[in-house]
């Protein structure tokens, strides 16, 4: 397993604002995920940040609106950004195995206003 | 393409009760197949998981889950549930895409509450 953090647990921001959000690995992981998780619903991938290339997103995601930076094997960073209140959502980071099995971080818990 | 279905929204059981929750996979090939947990306001941690061999897989917390490849179901259970078992339990496989990007196609959670 991992131990994940991630910053900050929480915040509220204002609407056309940016939120970056960090995650931080124990040891060194190639693969990462970034989710998006709705109350009450299950886990929606954003994108895949593995080390040394570019993020491949899903389908309803763009580089403009989260764009990911990966700078080493331990670290990365989601950024929110031009926030709306649809943004207001649970986001998770994990770290992913070569068994494809995941570790995942506590979340950040957002809300827009 | 690769979809994972768990037919019960929400269950309530008894404490002291058994407890089985359904999982269904749509996948091509030998699938690795996964149970999270997550509990109120909690990340999601890690049941158990199958990736070959034993078909019976046993996990933390006291769950187990079975892998029925002729019925393309992965149940979890447990024999007797506690109070602490309330949660949200997502099921799913893994799925390879071109690139070797490794992700996971998830269920939509099956909600369980325990009555004392």
């Known amino acids: 397993s991992a131990v994940i953090s991630q910053k900050p647990s929480r915040d509220i921001c204002q609407r056309g604002t940016s939120l970056t959000i960090q995650c931080q690995v124990d040891?060194?992981?190639?693969?990462m995920f970034w989710y998006r998780q709705q109350p009450g619903q299950s886990l929606t991938l954003i994108a895949t940040?593995?080390?040394?290339?570019?993020?491949?997103?899903e389908s309803g995601f763009v580089i403009d609106k989260f764009p990911i930076s990966r700078p080493n094997l331990t670290f990365s960073t989601l950024t929110v950004s031009n926030m709306s209140p649809e943004d207001s959502s649970i986001y998770l980071c994990?770290?992913?195995?070569?068994?494809?099995?995941?570790?995942f971080g506590p979340g950040t818990r957002l809300t827009v206003t | 393409a690769q979809s994972v279905t768990q037919p019960d929204i929400h269950i309530t059981v008894s404490e002291g009760a058994s407890l089985e929750l359904r999982c269904n996979y749509s996948?091509?090939?030998?699938?690795?197949l996964f149970w999270y947990v997550q509990s109120p306001g909690q990340g999601l941690q890690l049941l158990l998981k199958?990736?070959?061999?034993d078909t019976l897989v046993q996990g933390i917390k006291g769950f187990e889950a079975e892998f029925k490849r002729s019925q393309s179901s992965f149940n979890l259970r447990k024999p007797s549930v506690h109070w602490s078992d309330a949660a949200e339990y997502f099921c799913?496989?893994?799925?390879?895409?071109?690139?070797?990007?490794?992700?996971?196609?998830w269920g939509l959670g099956t909600s369980l509450a325990v009555n004392p």
């Open positions: 799913a496989v893994g799925a390879w895409e071109a690139g070797n990007n490794r992700k996971l196609i």
């Open positions: 996948y091509g090939a030998t699938p690795y």
């Open positions: 199958y990736f070959s061999g």
């Open positions: 040891s060194q992981v190639t693969m």
């Open positions: 940040a593995n080390q040394g290339s570019e993020a491949t997103y």
């Open positions: 994990s770290v992913g195995r070569m068994g494809y099995e995941q570790y």
